[in-house]
Each structure stands twice: as C-alpha cells, then as structure tokens.
C-alpha cells in the first residue's frame, strides 16, 4: 500500500473496515414463517405427480431462454450505443398476454410447481439484494412499493422480513389470476399486513390510482424482463416503472449471461436517460437565466456496481452475477428432481441492479488517512509478554478454529448496526466472482470506480500479501463473492 495518505482523518478502523465491506450472506434459511405457509399451500391443493410438473415448469424456463437467444448480438450493443434506434430494429417472438410480450403463462400446474420449487430461492436473492439496499442506504423505510411481476409474493415476503413494520402499502402487478390467488393463499395466517392491491397491468394500475398516488418508494421487477424478449417492449416497461418511483427502482433476473445482458441494458438506458433528462434542463435552465433545478434529477447506481459508467466486463467474455446459497425447505426436498442424491442446499445465481435517483454523493474514500503496517512493523511492534500462550491452546485442533471464526463472525453481525455503513461514493469496489487464495496471497476481481465523480469504471485484479498488508490480506482471505473492497484514491 504505497499510495500517498491523505492528510484527511481516517474515518474506518481496520475493524469497521471488515463490517462495512461485508455484504454476502452465507447460507440462508427460509423463515419458517414462509416454509410452513408453503406446505400448508401445496397439502391444500392435493397435489398429484409433482416431481413431474416440477420438471415441466424448468422445461419452460429453458425455452425462454433459448427464445432469448434469438435476439442478435448487434441489437444488444446498439441499444447501449443508440437505445432510440435499437427500438425500431429489435426483432420480436411474441405470446400475447397482459404484460404485452410474455414467453411464459402461469396456469394452476405451473403456479403449484412454482410456489414448491422456485419460491424460495427467488425469495432468497430478494432477501439479499433488498437487505444490501438497506445497508447501503440507511435512511431508506419504504412505506409504498410497487412489485411488478409480483408472482407469488416473494418480494413481499422479503420486504416484511428486511423492513419490518415499515411497509403500509403494497401494489402487486401480476397477470396470472392463479398467481395471485396463491400469494394470498400463502398470506392469509399472517398478521400485521399492509394493504395489499393486485392489479393485472400497469394500465389498470394507472387507471385506478390517481395521478398524485402512483409514486412509490421502491419498485421492483423481479424474474420478468427475462420473459419479455421483445427489446422494445422491455424499454418501454422499465421506463414505465422507473416513472412509478420517486426513490429506487430494483430490477432482478436469474444469473445467466441472457439475465446479465438484460439487467446491463436497461442500467445504460436508464442512467442514458437520466443524463440526457438534465443536460435538457440545464440547457433550459440557461436560456431562461434561471439556476434552479428540480429535485431527483439524475440517477446513480446503489448497488451492485460502485460508478455509473459503462461495465467494464461488457467485451471481457465474462458476465457479472452473483450467488446466494440457501438451505431446501422441505418442499423442495421433496419434488426436486436430481440424477443422484439431493443436496440439503442450493445456490441461486442472480443479476440485479438498484438504481435511485438523485446524484452519487461524493464521500471520502475508506483507505484514505489509513496507514497500515506491514508484517515487519507489526512485529518489531510486538510486547514480548503478550506473546505467551497457555498450554491449553496449543493444541487446538481445525475445528475449533473454524468454530472461532463462526464466533467472530457473529460478533461481527451483532456489532454491525454499531459499526459504519459503506456509503455511496465511489471508493468502494465490488469483488465479482470468488476470491482466490494461494498461500499467503489473495487474489481478487474488483469491479471500481476510476475516478471520484464514478463517470468510469474498471475491471481489476488486486493483489493482497500478508508480507505487505497483513489487516488487508485478513480483511481478504475473509470475503466472498458480492462483498464489497475499500478503495484508496488514486491522486
């Protein structure tokens, strides 16, 4: 760490350094809440062959990818370079629907095998995107949300468990009247629920909510661009739930190239928008010699990606996903289908982006003002007593250790709410796939910002030694994939 340190007092510690950086989860357990609605559901509908409408719904899920990949590659990159020209060219394989361009239709099998086999996962990556949303900005208590797609009700579940109490209104869009009548179904034991309205569209949304109340706090799109291949149409609905919020905009699909792709074009057409929105009205504000600006113009992205420039993984042959293992409810147990034996656990790949709109907030980045020592200097600094060590420890086996680190871990978790949360500038990076350990060095791929403003951004392998840095090279043999790496500025 041979940066020049800035004279600016450091605002982490190397402790708070590790808990602002964490944002992964490791396993996570569907609340029982949640497991118990799903088999009271799937016992009430008498399900007969199972396993077999499991396997046709993942069938299903394959052809739409596979129709995806109709689309030409050229149309992909077009729509970043011109949007408005990608729009006139974009091929379309429709099923018309209430959507507009839907590959997919729910009827009662599809919905039975849904709530069984894809439910909790889905609810999984919604819990961890949402929960990272809430760390990121901390003085976010959404109290309206709109969830278009809203299938079975994931993202309500994963809502009421990130921000509880919190939620008085919730605005479901889903087409498919069977879905809907299971997301209640699995509601109705629950207490304490925020006013629920389902609409088939957005039209009948729009029709029946006036004007003045169609803003919400958060809107997300869940596992449903995936289902509209029509480029056009996928445009024009992402501009219409971005025009719905006055905060953030949540957009998430399954962790495939097909899903990254997506979630990567509508990012650019969004921040392309909201760019080209206020150079309009600066242009205006000239002319008329007025220096006032409307609130909320402009948009950055929270979360995954630490600038709001082009992806530099756009032309690497990479994609950027990410992974949440969660633990099978016993539904899932039971009507899975695998060729061996059935893993107690799962891991479900996703891409997401959460865009709010505003302007990024310029913050001091984590390392600057930091001096570390190196592993010379911390033990010329070491106080000879504090290095005995009873007997009893020396002999301490693997396990124990392991289970120390558990410990630490739950410390960590507790004394999080404490402990500074990473903020929104750009001095935080983004560590896309795991990190690679090889003896007493770590190797990690960090998606970061290259400069202050986070109009640009690269893709980098850093390079951690315990020799050189040995509160870094801790802090790295400690994260995951979807963790966050502080940054120094590079001046």
């Known amino acids: 760490m041979a940066a020049v340190i800035s004279e600016a007092l450091p605002k982490f510690t190397a402790e708070t350094l590790k808990l602002a950086s964490k944002q992964s989860q490791r396993c996570h357990v569907v609340s029982e809440t949640l497991s118990s609605a799903i088999d009271r559901y799937i016992r009430e509908q008498e399900a007969v062959h199972m396993k077999r409408k499991v396997l046709s719904l993942t069938q299903s899920f394959e052809g739409i990818k596979e129709a995806n990949l109709l689309l030409p590659s050229s149309t992909s990159r077009e729509l970043v370079e011109d949007p408005l020209k990608a729009m006139e060219r974009s091929q379309r394989w429709k099923v018309k629907s209430c959507y507009g361009d839907v590959g997919l239709r729910y009827q009662e099998d599809q919905t039975l095998a849904y709530v069984a086999a894809r439910m909790p996962a889905v609810y999984s990556a919604l819990y961890r995107v949402l929960s990272e ?205 695998a060729r061996g034996t059935l893993r107690g656990f799962e891991d479900e790949k996703f891409c997401y982006v959460a865009i709010r709109r505003g302007t990024r907030p310029r913050e001091s980045w984590p390392l600057d003002g930091m001096k570390f020592d190196t592993l010379k200097e911390m033990r010329e600094k070491r106080i000879p007593e504090n290095l005995e060590v009873p007997v009893e420890t020396d002999f301490s086996t693997i396990d124990e250790e392991e289970e120390l680190e558990d410990e630490d871990i739950l410390v960590s978790d507790e004394e999080e709410l404490d402990s500074p949360e990473a903020d929104l500038g750009t001095g935080w990076g983004r560590i896309i796939y795991m990190p690679m350990r090889r003896g007493n060095r770590v190797e990690l791929d960090v998606c970061r910002a290259t400069n202050c403003e986070g109009t640009d951004g690269s893709f980098d392998r850093v390079v951690i030694t315990q020799r050189q840095n040995p509160a870094l090279h801790h802090q790295a043999r400690r994260s995951i994939w979807g963790d966050l790496w502080p940054l120094r500025s590079r001046k």
């Not at 449903?224 to 609905?237: A, F, N, Y």
């Open 133 to 337: 949303v809430k760390r990121r900005v901390p003085d976010l208590s959404p109290t309206k949300v709109l969830d278009f797609g809203a299938g079975t009700g994931s993202a309500l579940w994963a809502m009421m468990e990130v921000w509880p109490g919190s939620l008085k209104q919730m605005n479901l869009v889903e087409p498919s009247q069977s879905m809907q009548r299971a997301g209640l179904s699995l509601l109705k034991d629950l207490d304490d629920l925020p006013l629920i309205h389902s609409y088939d569209s957005i039209e009948s949304l729009t029709k029946h909510v006036r004007k003045p109340d169609r803003q919400h706090n958060v809107v997300i799109a869940s596992h449903v661009l995936g289902e509209i291949p029509s480029l056009k149409d996928r445009i024009t609905l992402v501009r219409q739930l971005w025009n719905l919020t006055d905060d953030i905009l949540v957009l998430v699909e399954p962790g495939s190239p097909q899903g990254s792709n997506i979630i990567s074009q509508m990012r650019s057409h969004i921040l392309w928008m909201e760019k080209r929105r206020t150079r309009k009205l600066l242009n205006a504000a000239r002319k008329s010699s007025k220096e006032l600006m409307p609130l909320n113009t402009g948009a950055f992205v929270v979360a995954p990606c630490p600038h709001d420039g082009p992806c530099p993984l756009r032309n690497t042959g990479k994609y950027c996903h990410f992974v949440q293992r969660l633990e099978r409810t016993p539904s899932q147990r039971q009507f899975k289908w």
